[in-house]
């Protein structure tokens, strides 16, 4: 008979592991998510995406506003979970990782212990990893320090951006947390320690951290801006207003004016680093769509002495 799973998610990246272990034949006895929030412009109340698939599953959704409620940790004790499987989720309390027989596990975006944190994709990409992956490991008290249970590994390609990596991760994930279910439940699961000389942080990115700082080398620029993009993007200012840069390019073209001086010559834009122009082909000003550099260009009324800032 298959375990009794509780899921624990909210975002995309969680859906094809809940996806995988559906279409595995697990029983999965409820699928926990963030309450439901007010979005856009109208403020409606929106669902997370792990409680769309949900929803169309057919599957029992628990919302707590507070995983330390008494009311919440006996509903998980009354599902008599044998396994609760983590991904994209909260914090969890001692009270509520051990209800489960084979405790709880996560799947995290990375290599343990790199990159410990919120946003391992983004900061694997700012930081010119040419390598990264999915780590499966049972939870503890501390976070993102349990002990590993397996890891794969996947190359990130120098076009890659935080969404085309962020996809690729969530599907070699799915895999990586059906092999490590199925380790667990027919008992041949075997852990390792992480080690803490090897830990490095992937922090909740915040505003402020995606203001680009033309007077970097282009190449760590160039990471900056497909690390952040789609989302939370790069920014600059342009006159008083915040452009978003979605995409860029790597030149040959040695910068010769002042970081964050702009050059555009045939439709196309570059902009001065600490050593080479950097190449702009996407971008949004604040207010407005997001265009090409030649759309961009268009839409100027002056052409010359341009700056971001």
């Not at 809940?18 to 697990?26: A, F, G, V």
């Not at 769309?52 to 919440?72: H, V, W």
């Not at 992480?194 to 942080?201: A, E, G, H, P, Y």
């Not at 952040?228 to 790597?250: A, D, E, R, V």
Request: aromatic fraction near 8%.
């Amino acid at each position: 008979m298959k375990m009794n799973i509780i899921f624990m998610g909210t975002p995309k990246f969680a859906v094809p592991s809940l996806d995988i272990l559906i279409r595995n034949n697990y029983n999965i006895s409820a699928v926990v998510t963030q309450p439901d929030k007010p979005a856009g412009r109208g403020l409606q109340l929106q669902s997370s995406e792990i409680k769309k698939f949900a929803n169309s599953k057919n599957l029992r959704i628990l919302q707590p506003e507070d995983l330390k409620n008494k009311d919440f940790a006996e509903k998980i004790k009354e599902l008599n979970p044998d396994l609760i499987i983590v991904v994209a989720y909260r914090i969890l309390p001692p009270e509520i990782f051990n209800i489960p027989k084979f405790g709880a596990i996560n799947l995290h975006a990375s290599l343990l212990p790199k990159y410990r944190g919120a946003a391992p994709i983004n900061w694997a990409i700012i930081n010119g990893e040419t390598e990264t992956g999915v780590t499966t490991f049972f939870i503890k008290e501390k976070v993102d320090t349990g002990n590993i249970i397996l890891q794969k590994k996947i190359k990130i390609e120098f076009d890659d951006n935080a969404g085309t990596l962020h996809d690729k991760l969530s599907i070699i994930g799915a895999e990586a947390l059906l092999e490590t279910v199925k380790l667990i439940e027919d008992g041949s699961v075997r852990t390792f320690p992480q080690d803490d000389n090897l830990v490095s942080k992937a922090p909740k990115i915040q505003k402020s951290d995606c203001k680009i700082n033309w007077g970097k080398k282009s190449i760590d620029i160039y990471n900056f801006i497909r690390g952040l993009s789609p989302t939370p993007c790069s920014f600059t200012h342009f006159g008083n207003k915040i452009l978003k840069i979605y995409t860029s390019k790597i030149t040959d073209r040695k910068s010769i004016n002042a970081p964050g001086s702009v050059t555009v010559e045939n439709k196309n834009i570059f902009v001065d680093t600490s050593d080479y122009q950097l190449q702009i082909l996407e971008l949004q000003l604040e207010g407005k769509k997001k265009l090409n550099a030649e759309n961009f260009i268009n839409g100027l009324n002056k052409k010359e002495n341009l700056i971001f800032i």
